[in-house]
């Protein structure tokens, strides 16, 4: 069953652990699921992407448990230009709250903060190998243009 989420940066509204808690359940969904994770890489991660000035990061609130994320850079971050760009890493709602508003509000917040952040360039993937279709009927409701794709040699 779907709640209304309440969408806040993650930056002073949630812990290294609460963050590391939602990532596993990513990972667990995602491609690289086969990979195993390091919880001491995890925990330094999770814990520069609180403290990072280019971290772009929200998060979706359900009764004050994170519930969904949207996390990525924003800044100079590119090696061959000095404009602010901004790419999206992780997006991920918890199944309960998919369907929902969660996923568009999450997508929509990380977009407004990128252009406040004077960002000339946003982009979002699903580069952790969710449902593809869902996913790009997602970033087109929110105003993206597909360019490209993302292909890999897993095995």
Known sequence: ???ELEIKPLQGNVTTGELM???RKMIAESRFARLGVDTDK???HASDILANEKSLAFGAFSFGVLSGMAIGVCGEVLPFTSSIVA???????????RGGSAAPALVN????????RGARDVVLS????????KAERLFER?????VGSIFTLGD
């Open 1 to 3: 069953m779907s709640y």
């Open 21 to 23: 808690t939602l990532a």
């Open 42 to 44: 995890l925990f330094f």
């Open 87 to 97: 790419t999206e890493h992780y997006l991920y709602v918890v199944p309960e709250h």
């Open 109 to 116: 917040c990380f977009i407004q903060e990128a252009k406040r």
């Open 126 to 133: 699903n580069g952790f190998g969710g449902d593809a279709a």
């Open 142 to 146: 929110c105003g993206l243009t597909r």
